[in-house]
């Protein structure tokens, strides 16, 4: 079981900068979990945003590399996603998910980002 919240969200123009953070806890050891970041705009697919896994890798969409950084925070059981050069086309509620090695997903209840033009 993992239990998982986001914070940092909010309203920020474009151009401008933002942290997200998700604060994970359960019985699944947090450094065994591949983490991730999706979102959700209004009457779009949610979509991947960024990944990192348990040995570190870390995966993009392209709409986002170069701008977004994902990282992870093994003794604090943490995940961060920090969104540089903001666009109002990034905004969407993002939500926070957790994959464990049997492929069972946990989601954040979500962080909404809004990025003014």
């Known amino acids: 079981q993992v239990q998982l919240v986001e914070s940092g969200g909010g309203l920020v123009q474009a151009g401008g900068s933002l942290r997200l953070s998700c604060a994970a806890s359960?019985?699944?050891?947090?450094?065994?979990?591949?983490m991730a970041w999706h979102r959700q705009a209004p009457g779009k697919q949610r979509e991947l945003v960024a990944a990192?896994?348990?040995?570190?890798?870390?995966n993009y969409a392209d709409s986002v590399k170069g701008r977004f950084t994902i990282s992870r925070d093994n003794a604090k059981n943490t995940v961060d996603l920090r969104m540089n050069s903001l666009k109002p086309e990034d905004t969407a509620v993002y939500y926070c998910n957790a994959v464990t090695v049997y492929d069972i997903n946990y989601w954040g209840k979500g962080t909404l980002v809004t990025v003014s033009s």
């Open positions: 990192i896994t348990n040995g570190g890798s870390r």
């Open positions: 359960g019985g699944i050891m947090f450094s065994t979990l591949a």
